[in-house]
């Protein structure tokens, strides 16, 4: 079974600040997406992935992925508190679809 | 551009009775359309993919005859949940797309509570 870690699992941040959040996947693929969801809503895409190396930018985010480490990274630079949302990463392994655990972002002014 | 909508919003049912959610892709054809579920403060499950004019794969683990999909236009699944029971309560979002895995837009989401 594909499994699909993200670390941490709950982060709080002051405003200004970055950091990384981390997507662990356990077999083989070169399809990687990250998503938004704010509280009770639906999701948001952020980033569709789709090649060892890929890196995307938009506005304060920025993702990569490494299929060889089977790693992708979600890094937040000067954190604002329109960032705080629930965070995805999801793997696409051919016959196998799967989100990762969520991280829960919370920005303090 | 790349609406998908979700109907009902939100639907409270008896255990026993089947409810059936509508996913709308509104401004473009949806050759492909996802399902999933979501229980509160966990991360979301995929239920099934489905085809335009084809039956949908379900994924391991997830009843074909208790949830019955239905991809009946390039803009139009149906998920009908049968015989509910309160376990099947959980927040229900689909989401469409033309060009997969370059990107998939999400419904709004259906609460479904069974009591």
């Known amino acids: 079974e594909l499994k699909v870690e993200q670390n941490p699992l709950f982060l709080s941040m002051q405003e200004g600040k970055n950091y990384t959040i981390y997507c662990n996947y356990s077999t083989t693929s070169d399809r990687l997406y990250w998503y938004r969801q704010d509280p009770g809503k639906s999701l948001e895409s952020l980033f569709v992935?789709?090649?060892?190396?890929a890196v995307k930018q938009e506005g304060r985010l920025m993702a990569s992925l490494d299929t060889k480490a089977r790693l992708s990274t979600l890094h937040i630079t000067a954190a604002v508190h329109d960032l705080s949302a629930t965070y995805f990463c999801?793997?696409?392994?051919?016959?196998?679809?799967?989100f990762g655990t969520g991280t829960s972002l919370t920005v303090i002014p | 551009g790349a609406v998908v909508s979700q109907h009902p919003s939100w639907v409270i049912c008896k255990s026993g009775t089947s409810v059936k959610i509508e996913c709308r892709s509104l401004d473009f054809q949806a050759t492909t359309m996802f399902w999933y579920r979501q229980f509160p403060k966990q991360s979301l499950m995929l239920m099934a993919t489905s085809n335009e004019g084809s039956k949908a794969t379900y994924e391991q683990g997830v009843e074909k005859d208790k949830f019955l999909i239905n991809h009946a236009s390039l803009t139009l699944s149906t998920l009908t949940v049968t015989s509910a029971h309160p376990e099947d309560s959980s927040f229900y979002i689909c989401?469409?797309?033309?060009?997969?895995?370059?990107?998939?837009?999400f419904g709004p989401g259906t609460r479904l509570t069974v009591t």
């Open positions: 999801a793997v696409d392994a051919g016959n196998q679809f799967y």
């Open positions: 989401s469409a797309s033309d060009n997969y895995p370059y990107e998939q837009y």
């Open positions: 992935l789709l090649s060892n190396g």
